[in-house]
């Protein structure tokens, strides 16, 4: 499967922002999505994460209570809505899928093995 990550940009404090996640080649619907960020001079961490059906989702620490991800089967996309953003919410993020149908999600890098190009975002104080 391919992944094209798209929606970033230079935004300020407080600002909104909705990732979107583009996959094609196989069955999307057969696919766990994650988000995963890198920022300057860090190691890449775990965003949130999406069962194959949307049935059950997961958040890293870092956007807890200020992110929602959701996928659209029908279009074989899935979004990061990023709501409260703030400086150190600067990175690269990039969407991630393994073949699974688990209703448990994935954290770990090391479980993904299809990874989108990132898109960045910029959040400006």
């Known amino acids: 499967v391919q992944l094209q990550a798209s929606g970033g940009g230079l935004v300020q404090t407080g600002d909104s922002l909705r990732l979107s996640c583009a996959a094609s080649?196989?069955?999307?619907?057969?696919?766990?999505v994650g988000w995963f960020r890198q920022g300057p001079g860090k190691e890449r961490e775990f965003v949130a994460g999406i069962s194959n059906s949307g049935g059950s989702v997961y958040y890293g620490d870092s956007l807890k209570g200020r992110a929602t991800i959701s996928r659209d089967n029908a279009k074989n996309t899935a979004y990061l809505q990023m709501n409260s953003l703030k400086s150190e919410d600067t990175a690269v993020y990039f969407c991630?899928?393994?073949?699974?149908?688990?209703?448990?999600?994935?954290?770990?890098?090391?479980?993904?093995?299809?990874w989108g190009q990132g898109t960045l975002v910029t959040v400006s104080s």
């Open positions: 080649g196989r069955p999307f619907s057969n696919y766990m």
């Open positions: 991630a899928t393994r073949s699974s149908t688990s209703q448990v999600v994935y954290t770990m890098r090391r479980h993904y093995n299809h």
